[in-house]
């Protein structure tokens, strides 16, 4: 079981980290990621971190977004800086191995 939590409202240039907490499987092996669905968009994939920790990101958010992971907490993590309108969505964690999802939660950019 995955739960999400840290979404908010933010204004551009803005910074928030998002929290994945893992229950019920064995996380230090999991693939992890981030995925995202704007309003009207199809959901995609944003950030991904491999059990040995190499990570991959969107083009659209390289350079301003990083995901990490906490072996001894469960938990994976997205800091978002530099935050634009368009990044507004609701961020799903997913647990590719198991093809589990988190409940979402909801990152609103806005002046």
């Known amino acids: 079981q995955l739960q999400a939590s840290g979404g908010g409202l933010v204004q551009p240039g803005g910074s928030l980290r998002l929290s994945c907490a893992a229950s019920?499987?064995?996380?230090?092996?999991?693939?992890m990621d981030w995925y995202r669905q704007g309003p009207g968009k199809q959901r995609e994939l944003v950030a991904r971190i491999m059990s040995g920790g190499s990570t991959d990101y969107a083009d659209s958010v390289k350079g301003r977004f990083t995901i990490s992971r906490d072996s001894a907490k469960n938990t994976v993590y997205l800091q978002m800086n530099n935050l634009k309108v368009e990044d507004t969505a609701v961020y799903y964690c997913?647990?590719?191995?198991?093809?589990?999802w988190g409940q979402g939660t909801l990152v609103t950019v806005s002046s």
């Open positions: 019920g499987s064995i996380f230090s092996l999991a693939i």
């Open positions: 997913h647990n590719l191995l198991a093809n589990s």
